[in-house]
């Protein structure tokens, strides 16, 4: 979902900024906007500690371990509404002149200080992270981009107010009020009673979501999609066996299925027949991400059919 939220958020932003902007700096600020929808999932970096702890035990014992560890503090303290509007002006502020600097280290330095009344040291420790990582996107956009601090903080906005939405379909719900109490959701979003059909249906708004974000990307550069998909892409149809060989995957279960239908993308870069030649492959990004894209949602739907048939 990291990727999904930050495609989600350029896509967003991108075509907001286009009403009034060029191209080229609309996909700047969709860019930074998607960068600052990563921050949120620093929170991700305590999970290495259970990790270390769990050592080589082997893929599964380590995987187990890695998401037991998360869970104690991911989707707390930084997937906040609230921690993400006062993170955004703190974000914008930091590029400034030295007052609204100090008034930026001040907001960062309360937020670490509220999280750690309310979730003790790991919680301190996790929002710190948050916050040097805010500044470092903020502090790399202001000397890449000539987005102003105005324009930082609405891309922050974005990207931090649009994660903890995207998440609503995975796992529980983020503690969107947080430092205060109340549950916005009591659970999970489901889209189908069949735990196996929910995570294909979830799996292809991520898909969905890539889709726009290229079409997105190509439109602000007048380029066509179609120009960038190779048929190979078809070969994603090969997937559906996998709906006969592999076990039913569900939300608790997913990897086999996330990474092997993922693997289906390798069709994006692999070598073409070339009339003049043996094998050549494509040097060109955008050909190798589109017919990836199209390769994995293709062997998508193909596993789908397939899984609902047998």
Known sequence: MMVGHA???????ALAANRRWSGQRALAFGVVAGAFAVVPDVDMA??????????????????AAFWGSSHLVHRVVTHSLVVGSVAAVAFAWSTCDRPRKAGSAAALAALVAVAFVESGLIGASVMLVFAVAGVGVATVAARRTDLGPRALFVAAA??????????????SPPQFLYPFDGAVLAGRVHLFADPTLNLVAVFGLELATGWLAAVTFLHLRDERLREHVHPRAALGAGYAIAALLLPAPTMAVSYHF?????????VGVAPRLHPRS??????????WLSTGLAAVTVATLAYT??????
């Open 7 to 13: 495609l989600l958020a350029f896509t967003i932003a």
């Open 46 to 63: 305590y999970a290495l500690v259970g990790l270390a702890q769990a050592g080589l035990g082997g893929v599964w014992t380590m995987t």
């Open 158 to 171: 974005f990207g931090l107010l649009s994660h903890p939405f995207g998440d609503v379909f995975t796992g």
């Open 258 to 266: 996330v990474f092997s239908i993922l693997a289906m993308g390798f």
């Open 278 to 287: 043996r094998f050549r492959p494509s040097r060109d990004p955008r050909v």
């Open 305 to 310: 059919g397939a899984f609902l048939l047998a």
